[in-house]
């Protein structure tokens, strides 16, 4: 089993930056591709940026805004979301993705509003 924790999700104004952090526990060791997810209101969940076997990919609507990271020593993964825009509001969520199985992992999610 694999734990997945997000915060820092809020509100703020286009333009402004928000940090989302995910928290991993459990059989982490086992997992080989994390990310964020988000899903707007009533719009299907979508891939927001990934770690994918060595890789990291983004969606294009979010290329040279945000960047995912992660520090493995604190068992914490990253998204910096700059230079926010209103279609970015959505509730993100933290993903994890386990071969041996497979089994897929969810965070519970957390708010990300944009106000024009």
């Known amino acids: 089993q694999v734990q997945l924790v997000e915060s820092g999700g809020g509100l703020v104004q286009a333009g402004g930056s928000l940090r989302l952090s995910c928290v991993y526990s459990g059989n982490i060791f086992s997992i080989n591709v994390m990310g964020w997810y988000r899903r707007a209101p009533g719009k299907q969940r979508e891939l927001v940026a990934i770690f994918n076997i060595g890789s990291i990919n983004y969606a294009d609507s979010v290329k040279g805004r945000f960047t995912i990271s992660r520090d493995n020593a604190k068992n914490t993964m990253i998204l910096q979301m700059n230079s926010l825009k209103p279609e970015d509001t959505a509730v993100y969520y933290c993903?994890?993705?386990?071969?041996?199985?497979?089994?897929?992992?969810w965070g519970q999610g957390t708010q990300v509003t944009v106000s024009s």
């Open positions: 993903y994890a993705y386990q071969p041996m199985g497979p089994k897929t992992y």
